[in-house]
């Protein structure tokens, strides 16, 4: 059984730095499951929004959105991805989730991801 966890979310000032990381198991190395994984945010009263994504290849994309101020990064070896989100900012404030495609396809929208992990929350104070 596929299984998606994030952590790292926190109280953040504004300008700060954060890393989220996401794990996943129940995966294996084989060909067969190769696997996009991607981060989206939903904040209060918002719909869900796609973040960045990145595939076994290493192959990225990035919401525009971001203004270049998040990365994502993957350790393949260890079935791990992170975020890297620097200059944060008041509206930046939501509960990222990361989630797992099963493929190769970099999606950008959230009906493409059938694992989710249940979030960590982010808020950045003014």
């Known amino acids: 059984q596929v299984q998606v966890v994030e952590s790292g979310g926190r109280l953040v000032p504004t300008g700060g730095s954060l890393k989220l990381s996401c794990s996943v198991s129940g995966v294996t190395s084989s060909p067969d499951d190769m696997y996009t994984m991607a981060w989206f945010r939903q904040g209060p009263g918002k719909e869900r929004d796609f973040v960045a994504a990145?595939?076994?290849?290493?192959?990225?994309k990035e919401s525009r959105d971001s203004g270049g101020r998040f990365t994502i990064s993957r350790d393949g070896a260890k079935n791990t991805a992170a975020l890297q989100m620097n200059n944060l900012m008041p509206q930046d404030t939501a509960v990222y989730y990361c989630?797992?495609?099963?493929?190769?396809?970099?999606?950008?929208?959230?009906?493409?991801?059938?694992?989710w992990g249940q979030g960590t929350q982010v808020t950045v104070s003014s």
């Open positions: 990145i595939d076994t290849f290493d192959s990225t």
């Open positions: 989630a797992v495609l099963f493929g190769t396809v970099v999606g950008t929208t959230a009906y493409q991801y059938t694992h």
